[in-house]
């Protein structure tokens, strides 16, 4: 699996990124957001149980990563058909702000590391990348946990800082790099 300080793969995937007719569909490669941190996270299959909980969740807190100048990219091993039959009929991901990415061939998965050995789809990975496309962190969790999209966004946070943030630190609070300064 891919971690800190490797580069987020060359890629080029259809993504669906509408229900409105005509415009359902896009191609996404690793450039189209370039310049934008990159929240990349990856869900196991459409139409199950725990996925369109954690789907729904980036989707409510999309405005919160857009204020940090970052893009979310949702990704799982089903087309964008079958993406966008689940948002056309689950009302939690009809207004989705993000591209649902589309990895039929698996191989953004596989470049990523995380397709599950006997399962065959992605694992709940998220990838947070910087500006220059390096992974700067990579939580991956087992098929039945949903991830924490709150802890998501404090931990950009606490990368954008570029100082030293202590546990549990939330924006607004100071680093420990204020603290040593002003005690040096």
Not at 122 to 149: C, K, M, Q, W, Y
Not at 164 to 178: R, V, Y
């Amino acid at each position: 699996m891919l971690t800190v300080g490797d580069k987020i793969p060359s890629f080029k995937v259809k993504a669906t990124v509408s229900l409105e007719k005509g415009k359902e569909f896009q191609e996404i490669t690793n450039e189209t957001f370039k310049g934008k941190w990159l929240v990349l996270f990856a869900w196991p299959k459409d139409f199950t149980f725990i996925c369109p909980t954690e789907i729904a969740e980036f989707g409510k807190k999309n405005k919160d990563f857009a204020d940090r100048d970052a893009q979310v990219l949702g990704l799982s091993t089903d087309s964008e058909f079958v993406h966008h039959a689940w948002r056309t009929h689950h009302p939690d991901l009809k207004n989705l702000p993000f591209p649902m990415l589309a990895d039929l061939k698996h191989e953004l998965c596989n470049a990523l590391g995380i397709l599950h050995k006997e399962e065959g789809v992605a694992l709940r990975a998220t990838f947070i990348a910087d500006p220059e496309g390096i992974i700067r962190h990579v939580t991956v969790n087992d098929l039945s946990v949903g991830r924490n999209v709150s802890e998501t966004v404090r931990t950009l946070d606490a990368l954008q800082t570029d100082e030293l943030c202590p546990c549990n630190w939330s924006k607004g609070e100071e680093t420990l790099t204020q603290k040593l300064a002003k005690a040096g």
